[in-house]
């Protein structure tokens, strides 16, 4: 009996099982390739160049979010890798945020060119180099716009917290206006009375010494 069927189908198996942990490695170095990406620049996490279109950003995020989907791989950290993928994605969809990261890169840009003292049109800006220190660059700006932004939330929230106490100060005095006017009015009669008895003790007195002796 001849073995030679038996031996294409291990083959073939062999081939898919190759196939698999092909797909597997992909998956693996992407993930791995996003949580090392510096996490407040978008277009690094999704790998894109700054000034896409919007259907660019779609489809790369589509296409890697199928990818890295968590019910698609056994890798571990793969629900992290889709998080971030897809809050990157959401950054770059907000016109405003988006707005701000391109013009951190645009200033990080011209960082690089004014402490070098060249010009736009200097040759160094078309090396490689040039490419990896922008990107260095763009890091340290965006981390110091995010320490700004920070410091700028923090002084928020003090001085929040310093209006609302000043708030709670205000309250509490009306609070202890009205329950000392509470307290006046349910003495009113208590007070009246002791002063007609003061009068009246008064009068007493005043006609014992009025009256005629003998």
Same mark, same amino acid.
């Given at each position: 009996? =001849? !073995?030679?069927?038996?031996?294409?189908?291990?083959?073939? &198996?062999?081939?898919? @099982?190759?196939? =698999?942990?092909?797909?597997?490695?992909? *998956?693996?170095?992407?993930?791995?390739?996003?949580?090392?990406?510096?996490?407040? &620049?978008?277009?690094?996490?999704? &790998?894109?160049?700054?000034?896409?279109?919007?259907? %660019?950003?779609?489809?790369?995020?589509?296409?890697?979010?199928?990818?890295?989907?968590?019910?698609? !791989? *056994?890798?571990?950290?793969?629900?992290?890798?889709?998080?971030?993928? /897809?809050? @990157?994605?959401?950054?770059?969809?907000?016109?405003?945020? $988006?707005?701000?990261?391109?013009?951190?890169?645009?200033?990080?840009?011209?960082?690089?060119?004014?402490?070098?003292?060249? !010009?736009?049109?200097?040759?160094?800006? /078309?090396?490689?180099?040039?490419?990896?220190?922008? +990107?260095?660059?763009?890091?340290?700006?965006?981390?110091?716009?995010?320490? $700004?932004?920070? +410091?700028?939330?923090?002084?928020?929230?003090?001085?929040?917290?310093?209006?609302?106490?000043?708030?709670?100060?205000?309250?509490?005095?009306?609070?202890?206006?009205?329950?000392?006017?509470?307290?006046?009015?349910?003495? $009113?009669?208590?007070?009246? %009375?002791?002063?007609?008895?003061?009068?009246?003790?008064?009068?007493?007195?005043?006609?014992?010494?009025? /009256?005629?002796?003998?």
């Amino acid at each position: 009996m =001849s !073995t030679k069927p038996e031996k294409a189908e291990d083959d073939i &198996d062999a081939f898919e @099982a190759l196939e =698999s942990e092909e797909k597997e490695f992909v *998956k693996d170095a992407e993930i791995d390739r996003i949580l090392k990406a510096f996490r407040l &620049d978008a277009y690094a996490v999704l &790998d894109l160049q700054p000034g896409v279109p919007e259907s %660019d950003i779609k489809k790369c995020y589509r296409t890697k979010s199928l990818l890295i989907h968590p019910d698609k !791989t *056994k890798n571990e950290r793969a629900p992290e890798a889709f998080d971030r993928l /897809k809050k @990157a994605q959401n950054e770059l969809m907000d016109e405003k945020h $988006r707005e701000r990261l391109d013009e951190a890169i645009a200033d990080a840009r011209m960082l690089l060119i004014r402490d070098n003292k060249w !010009t736009v049109d200097s040759p160094e800006l /078309k090396t490689e180099q040039f490419a990896r220190d922008w +990107r260095e660059k763009t890091k340290m700006v965006l981390i110091d716009n995010e320490h $700004r932004r920070r +410091r700028q939330m923090k002084a928020q929230m003090q001085e929040e917290g310093r209006e609302q106490k000043k708030a709670d100060d205000e309250m509490e005095g009306r609070k202890r206006k009205r329950e000392h006017e509470q307290d006046w009015e349910k003495t $009113r009669d208590q007070r009246i %009375d002791s002063w007609r008895d003061f009068q009246k003790a008064g009068e007493k007195k005043k006609k014992k010494k009025q /009256k005629p002796l003998g």
